[in-house]
């Protein structure tokens, strides 16, 4: 799956060209794409700085979201260059099977997210759910394919966490 096609794939819908005649300051942030029990759904973000809310199509069908909230750690959301994304997402899925097999072969995998987004840099933020209720985040650059970070926690701890 190449994610510039489907992002170019939906900004020549009528429904992204009509929003985009009225919302000119919305930018892409990110790509999300979500695989669980046989099933796929992509989405793709757009940002207004001005309103400070996104706004998130689904592509098939193709409909936006009403304006959300947008969560921010830094205080920024970058916009997201498609032009700077080098490695398609099938490669990048590819090293992150191998990032799995390598470090966490014990784990089977139940559910599958993958945002395309910019943190400091364009990464493919893959987070991974088990079956033995763990979550593993692995980050892989979008320019390299490089492997820039990855992590492992139980979703037990993250109800700790909250308290």
Do not use: W
């Amino acid at each position: 799956m190449d994610f510039r096609t489907r992002v170019a794939q939906l900004e020549r819908t009528k429904e992204f060209r009509d929003f985009k005649a009225r919302n000119e300051d919305y930018y892409l942030v990110n790509v999300f794409y979500n695989v669980s029990e046989g099933r796929e759904d992509l989405s793709v973000g757009y940002y207004s700085k001005s309103k400070d809310r996104i706004i998130t199509f689904s592509t098939n069908p193709v409909k936006a979201s009403s304006e959300q909230e947008v969560f921010k750690p830094d205080g920024t959301v970058s916009r997201l260059d498609m032009e700077g994304v080098k490695i398609r997402y099938d490669k990048a899925k590819k090293l992150a099977d191998l990032v799995m097999k390598e470090n966490y072969a014990g784990e089977r995998v139940t559910k599958t997210m993958c945002i395309l987004q910019v943190l400091g840099q364009t990464v493919y933020n893959f987070t991974l759910v088990s079956a033995s209720f763990h979550i593993i985040n692995l980050r892989i650059d979008a320019g390299t394919g490089r492997l820039v970070t990855k992590s492992r926690q139980s979703i037990m701890d993250l109800g700790q966490k909250i308290k």
